[in-house]
């Protein structure tokens, strides 16, 4: 059996049942969580042939950081469930991968724990209504070692969730969650913003003077608003299919996204169900720089902890190199559109 294919139901025989259905359900009826991973195989690829495939290179760069993969870590929070170095463990296994985490701004480890690592991480952000209270945070992260802030724009509340048993918010300790708020203030401080605009894009720039990725777009007319509000790159995502259900899959979505960003200088990136190198593949040849894996993480920190984080990302590169060699195409730079057939 593929390692990966495993880690689901291993990461279950280490975890609580809450959080074990935390980690994987979708919103409401969970149509678009169930169905992702199967949406990036409605593509077909049309491979090359007499190309010297002899050296592989899945090297690329993300906003100036130079990666040796195009596969990355996706903000989620609770990942100390999972093992107890949480947010710690992710940011050095991808570091170690040459790979980048984007951590939670809800994480459960402390940002000065992750800037002790001496290691590059993006950070992502719920924008508050008190937007100064953000600012804070924000400012914070950015000098604990964050080179990005990831603006999540697909959650002015969070997504209905139905549980089997007990709710995770009802085991989870208080000292795993929600670490870097301010405890002197009370939880209604922290009301995530439902009044977003673009507006609030040059904002945050201002206030991290940190690069901006905006994190949730799944149409092109808004991408484009975002770049043309000072976005540096999008995130294509449907938050894992975790808040609206019956969203557009991102694997269908990102070439609209990518084609309107075309000559913008902005960087597309793209998460949702991406479990094989055939769908990262899939992902660069639509047009996305990178990817983000999210639930993968969380089961193999939960099933191997900080090495199985290691082997996630050094096996879907290695699938990826394998994809690429079979489809003629040496290095990330070679994949293009043409690549793909569309249904
Ligand atoms: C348990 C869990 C917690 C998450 N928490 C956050 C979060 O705090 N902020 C955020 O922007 N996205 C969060 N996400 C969404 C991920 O960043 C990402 O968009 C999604 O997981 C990608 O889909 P995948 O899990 O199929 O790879 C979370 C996802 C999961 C599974």
């Known amino acids: 059996m593929r390692w990966i294919d495993s880690l689901p139901q291993r990461a279950a025989q280490n975890l609580p049942a809450p959080v074990a259905e935390y980690y994987a359900q979708g919103a409401t009826a969970g149509v678009t969580a169930r169905e992702a ?131 995770v918010w009802d085991i989870v300790p208080s000292e795993h969650l929600l ?31 940190l690069p901006v990725v905006i994190k949730g777009v799944l149409r092109a007319d808004d991408a484009l608003a975002c770049v043309q509000a000072g976005a540096n790159a999008i995130q294509v995502s449907n938050h894992g299919g975790r808040q609206l259900d019956l969203a557009v899959h991102t694997a269908h979505a990102l070439p609209e996204i990518a084609e309107a960003l075309a000559g913008t200088g902005a960087e597309v990136y793209v998460d949702g169900g991406i479990r094989r190198g055939e769908h990262v593949m899939m992902a660069l040849a639509l047009g996305a720089r990178a990817v983000f894996v999210g639930r993968p993480v969380l089961w193999a920190l939960a099933a191997e902890g900080e090495p199985g984080v290691e082997r996630l990302l050094a096996d879907l590169t290695a699938e990826l190199a394998l994809t690429m060699k079979l489809s003629g195409m040496a290095t990330i730079a070679d994949i293009t559109p043409d690549l793909v057939t569309r249904p």
């Open 37 to 167: 991973p199967d949406s990036w195989e409605t593509y077909r690829l049309r491979p090359r042939v007499m190309r010297n495939v002899r050296e592989i290179s899945t090297a690329t760069s993300v906003l100036g950081h130079e990666l040796a993969t195009p596969v990355l870590i996706a903000p989620s929070t609770l990942q100390r469930q999972a093992d107890d170095a949480g947010e710690a463990a992710t940011t050095r296994a991808a570091a170690r991968a040459g790979s980048l985490a984007c951590i939670t701004s809800n994480s459960g480890t402390r940002f000065e724990v992750l800037g002790a690592l001496g290691v590059p991480w993006w950070v992502q952000a719920y924008v508050f209504r008190d937007r100064g209270l953000s600012a804070e945070m924000l400012r914070q992260a950015r000098d604990c070692g964050a080179t990005a802030v990831v603006l999540t724009v697909d959650t002015p509340l969070p997504g209905t969730k139905y549980n089997a048993g007990k709710a």
């Open 179 to 209: 670490v870097n708020f301010d405890p002197s203030l009370p939880d209604e401080a922290y009301v995530k913003a439902d009044d977003l605009t673009f507006a609030d894009i040059g904002w945050l720039r201002e206030v991290t003077g």
